[in-house]
């Protein structure tokens, strides 16, 4: 969108960012609208910016994504961050690469998973939390929606096949890592948000990405992402046993934003749905899948 009277630019949100950055923003278009954020890709004469403005309501968190972020921009893992606010409007501005993913490199993006669990395996932060399964669930049925009721049915018979996972490494993970979460940087890839970044199984994020691929029959990526993994951190025995484990266990205790006075539409449940569905299909076949990833 460009600058026009009545944009979104001239709302107020974008005010203090111009006169942080020191240069008038002369184009602005908004690239991503979330549950928990929005981002605008902003440029002024000279460089371009993506503008992150946090819709969540907890300091903390966002403080701790902020951090991480920075650590990681310092060893060429993330954008660095040109500014930050936390206030009546809490916003990141971060640097932003000109290049394009056109085609996917399931190794690079492998490789950068496996430099961020090296590099944050040196990251101590005392007050982040361990992955929480405490949120409240009650009343949470999205008024009587079939796709939330069968969702807790599908959490009901994961808990009867998972068990506490045997291992004892944890550290400080991404939480999130998607491709919608990696930038492009002249020669390598860059991640962000670190929103969701936790102390917790490394294996975690593996699998995340793993459950989704081989859900759509893409063993090829898959193995080449491990491959990328690998060649940076390597997974012990333990971690390739308990890999499927591990995010069957996540998902069956986790209940964040399903609590009843979350904005969730039905979408929102049908996806949770869908991934609690692929993981149940993959637990009792885990052992012939896991002899065609490693």
């Not at 961050?81 to 000109?98: C, K, L, M, N, R």
């Not at 990328?228 to 390739?240: A, F, L, R, T």
């Not at 209940?255 to 569905?277: E, T, V, W």
């Amino acid at each position: 969108m460009s600058l026009e009277k009545g944009s979104q630019m001239d709302n107020g949100i974008f005010d203090p960012i111009r006169k942080r950055i020191g240069e008038d923003i002369i184009y602005c278009q908004q690239v991503n609208t979330g549950y928990i954020n929005d981002v605008f890709l902003i440029c002024t004469k000279n460089a371009r910016y993506y503008v992150k403005i946090f819709r969540i309501n907890n300091s903390q968190k966002i403080l701790h994504s902020i951090s991480i972020q920075k650590y990681l921009a310092m060893r060429n893992i993330s954008p660095r961050i040109i500014v930050e606010d936390i206030g009546s409007i809490t916003y990141i501005v971060q640097e932003a690469f000109p290049n394009k993913i056109e085609k996917r490199d399931w190794v690079k993006y492998g490789e950068l998973l496996g430099k961020i669990h090296y590099y944050l395996e040196s990251y101590h932060d005392t007050e982040l939390s361990a992955f929480s399964f405490d949120q409240p669930t009650d009343g949470c049925n999205l008024n009587g929606s079939q796709s939330c009721q069968e969702l807790f049915e599908v959490k009901a018979v994961l808990k009867d096949m998972v068990h506490t996972p045997c291992l004892d490494r944890q550290q400080v993970i991404h939480g999130d890592y998607t491709w919608n979460n990696i930038v492009a940087d002249t020669l390598d890839y860059r991640a962000i948000d670190y929103d969701e970044a936790k102390f917790y199984y490394p294996i975690y994020d593996v699998a995340k990405v793993i459950i989704d691929v081989i859900s759509s029959n893409h063993f090829k990526c898959a193995v080449d992402f491990l491959q990328g993994y690998q060649s940076v951190c390597s997974i012990s025995n333990d971690e390739k046993k308990e890999m499927i484990n591990v995010y069957a266990y996540t998902l069956m205790n986790d209940f964040s934003g399903l609590d009843p006075q979350a904005n969730k539409d039905n979408h929102f449940f049908q996806k949770r749905l869908s991934k609690h569905k692929d993981v149940l299909s993959h637990i009792e076949e885990y052992n012939r899948l896991k002899d065609r990833l490693f």
